[in-house]
């Protein structure tokens, strides 16, 4: 079945970057997908009074922000229609008009129609990863602000017999049937892993015409999603593919180290799923 692909474009405070398009555009390109971008337009309710007008115009201020927003929405939209053409990309559009503090809530829904969601690592969109990640029920692609190829050929597995990591291997599906080469990558001393599922997991892939194997790694003093990343570079991995997990409480989620780690700092594209 065609993979359906869903790409937010960011307008305040910062914006979505060319890279993100570009990366966007080749992978729907790569898995012959249709892909949907949606201009996100924030609004600002005026919250001014008498006593604030004297001191700051924030009316005006609020009214400027939404004028950026659109402004931007409008030129990121026609950069991503420019590059789909050029690509033949199927794609299509949306737009969202949120308040600022709801647009996080706002695509964690929008999110719940598509297949896979295409997000970057920018810092500003932390809240924004997370509530997709933790509430759409969908899996999400976060990319470094950098330019990446389409074709996701090698695919590493973060594995440790979890839940977590069953769901990230199946949700990466599309991915395993179409790489040359899959590994399950596991960090042996940070806590105790499940080999026996693992090596049944790469027999199936092997038995399914997967070039699979097992890598295993010490983490010693290093921080595991550090670790991660290293030994998925090492084995020249296009995707990371990691089990996101966490709770809310009072709205903030408290992450498992491997997946705070990854949020904070990634140098490959990393599939998350919950």
Known sequence: MKQHLFLPLLT???????????????LAHHMQATLTVCAVEITIPDVSNA??????????????AEALSRKRASVLTQKALDQAKAAS?????????????FVAEALAEASRAYDLVLLESAGVSRPIVEAVLFASGRPLILYPAA???GRLDHVAIAWDGSRAAARAAHDASPFLERASKVCLLSVIDEKPVKFDTGDHLVENLLKSGVMAETVRAHAGSEPVGEVLQTKAFEWRADLLVMGGFGHSRLREFVLGGATEAVLTNITLP???SH
Request: negative net charge; without cysteine; aromatic residues 6%.
């Open 12 to 26: 305040y405070p910062d914006m979505t970057s060319e890279f993100m398009i570009a990366n966007a555009v080749a």
């Open 89 to 101: 990309v199927d794609v299509r559009l949306r737009e969202i008009k949120a308040g600022e503090p």
């Open 147 to 149: 330019p990446f190829g």
């Open 51 to 64: 006593l604030s007008s004297l001191i700051i115009d924030a009316a005006k201020m609020a009214r400027d």
């Open 270 to 272: 990393i599939l998350l």
